[in-house]
Each structure stands twice: as C-alpha cells, then as structure tokens.
C-alpha cells in the first residue's frame, strides 16, 4: 500500500532513539527519550502556488505533539502538516 498526502501535508517515521550514550551506557526502554527526529516518506503537492520545502528522504525535528499516527501494513507513521515541521537536520 502506498500513502500519498494531500495538500500540504508530509508523512513522516520517526527515527528509532539510541539505546547507549556516547560513553557506552546501556538505555532501559523508560530511560529513552521520545525521539522528535523523523525521516520524511511521502510529500504532498503543496496548495496553491508555495512550494513544499522538505523532500523524500530529508531528516526533520516536528514538534513533540502534533500530527495524526497511522499504522500501514505493521509500520508506524505520523501525517504533518509542513508547518508543523521545525527544521531539517543536516
């Protein structure tokens, strides 16, 4: 199944959170943050005549509670609108 956006909306996987810190401490699973990194899957055409700004395959920061979750064929995916989206990771 393939999800294609509408508008000006973006669907997006978050990024899995890393399970050891840079000095090779091990994370339990409610020491982990909420990762706010996503990588961009799908893009919308835009509305009217403004051009979207992130493409296929960009990593993005959204903000922590926006977007609706759905759940596709056993992965998990959140739909954006673009201005939810806060900047990309470069």
Do not use: C, H, W
């Not at 978050?14 to 706010?36: D, F, R």
Request: net charge negative.
């Amino acid at each position: 199944m393939k999800l294609q956006p509408l508008a000006d909306r973006v669907v997006i996987k978050m990024v899995e959170a890393e399970e050891t810190t840079k000095s090779g401490i091990i994370l339990t699973g409610s020491a982990k943050e909420k990762p706010q990194v996503a990588e961009v899957i799908a893009v919308g055409p835009g509305v009217k005549d403004s051009k979207m700004q992130v493409k296929v395959g960009d990593k993005v920061i959204t903000s922590k509670f926006s977007g609706t979750e759905v759940k596709i064929e056993g992965s998990e995916y959140i739909i954006v609108k673009e201005n939810d989206i806060l900047a990309i990771v470069e």
